[in-house]
Antibody, heavy 120, light 110 residues
Framework: EVQLVESGGGVVRPGGSLRLSCAASGFTFDDYAMHWVRQVPGKGLEWVSGIHWNSVYTGYADRVKGRFTISRDNAANSLYLEMNSLKLEDTALYYC?????????????WGQGILVTVSA | QSALTQPASVSGSPGQSVTISCTGTSSDVGGYYFVSWYKQHPDKAPKHIIFDVDKRPSGVSSRFSGSRFDNTAALTISGLQIEDEADYYCASYRSGDTLVFGGGTKMTVL
């Protein structure tokens, strides 16, 4: 059974930093691309970033480009999202997802999400 | 980075068919075969129900179908059931190597 477990969320001040982690199991991690998708509670979904299985290719939404960095450790079956210069509008539930391609909107499995709150 | 355009809400009675549209541009929905649809129940993670415009993942009911005409994709749910009541989102590849979601549509079964 595929399992994606996010961690590292919490409350942070505007301008601060946070690092999200996603522990994956139940599938061959380095066969798949990984993504972060976020959702403000009660609002819509927003793709944040994706990474190729071997980290050669990455993509970012315009709203986070230059502030967020996606990475992965295939040996540890883990995905990360380094978030810097956080803004109030980054407050959301962040989902870790898995799919066949880093630049294709196909997310086969989702974690339960981790809440990030940016507040003064 | 604007979202794809979906109606805020649609509704139908059990047994009816309902279609949800997803309008973009030739730089996303109309230009690539990478359009997906997701279903989300309250306080649950989304689940994919259509990928590559009109393909269904294994295990997804044949009552769900996808299509596209020009820059508009569509999700049709036939034989509406109570459990179809949920939020639905489209998603597409957009030139420049980004992905974009629609704003979401709340489906109500009357």
């Amino acid at each position: 059974e595929v399992q994606l477990v996010e961690s590292g969320g919490g409350v942070v001040r505007p301008g601060g930093s946070l690092r999200l982690s996603c522990a994956a199991s139940g599938f061959t991690f380095d066969d798949y691309a990984m993504h972060w998708v976020r959702q403000v509670p009660g609002k819509g979904l927003e793709w944040v970033s994706g990474i190729h299985w071997n980290s050669v290719y990455t993509g970012y939404a315009d709203r986070v480009k230059g502030r967020f960095t996606i990475s992965r450790d295939n040996a540890a079956n883990s995905l990360y999202l380094e978030m810097n210069s956080l803004k109030l509008e980054d407050t959301a539930l962040y989902y870790c997802t898995v799919g066949p391609n880093w630049n294709r909107p196909l997310f086969d499995h989702w974690g339960q999400g981790i809440l990030v709150t940016v507040s003064a | 980075q604007s979202a794809l355009t979906q109606p805020a809400s649609v509704s139908g009675s059990p047994g009816q068919s309902v279609t949800i549209s997803c309008t973009g541009t030739s730089s996303d929905v109309g230009g690539y075969y990478f359009v997906s649809w997701y279903k989300q129940h309250p306080d649950k993670a989304p689940k994919h129900i259509i990928f590559d415009v009109d393909k269904r993942p294994s295990g997804v009911s044949s009552r769900f179908s996808g299509s596209r005409f020009d820059n508009t994709a569509a999700l049709t749910i036939s034989g509406l059931q109570i459990e179809d009541e949920a939020d639905y989102y489209c998603a597409s590849y957009r030139s420049g190597d980004t992905l974009v979601f629609g704003g979401g549509t709340k489906m109500t079964v009357l």
